[in-house]
């Protein structure tokens, strides 16, 4: 990262990566990769990238739908000749900037050694 900003490089374009400013939009990205890992790095991936080749798909309004957006990603890279493994490289990388973003690096570590257990009581 230089200047705030991270440099990638996406099938033949060079790309810069700049974070959104919303912190809601990053924390929903951040939370979609429990549920889509590959949908949630296409979608970070879009939405940091800024400049030549920025894929044409949007994501507006209040009804931001990320899963939906990351899929039209990976839909529209796809077209483009970007290999599916590349697009998960690049979106990994733009993911962990929003990660950055929001988590501390104690949280982080909290949530790669979380478990699902018994829950305990409160009465």
């Known amino acids: 990262m230089t200047n705030g900003h991270t440099e990638i490089t996406v099938g033949t374009e060079s790309v810069r990566l700049v974070l959104p400013t919303s912190f809601a939009l990053l924390s ?48 529209e890279l796809h077209a483009r000749g970007v290999s599916y493994a590349e697009q998960l490289a690049a979106g990994a990388v733009a993911w962990s900037l929003c990660a950055d973003a929001i988590l501390t690096e104690r949280e982080v570590v909290e949530a790669e050694g979380f478990t699902e257990g018994a829950v305990a009581s409160t009465g």
């Open 28 to 75: 929903d990205v951040v939370a979609a990769s429990q549920r889509n890992q590959s949908r949630a790095f296409a979608a970070a991936l879009g939405l940091c990238w800024s400049g030549k080749g920025q894929p044409r798909a949007r994501l507006s309004g209040y009804s931001y739908d990320v899963m939906a957006y990351g899929g039209a990603v990976l839909d």
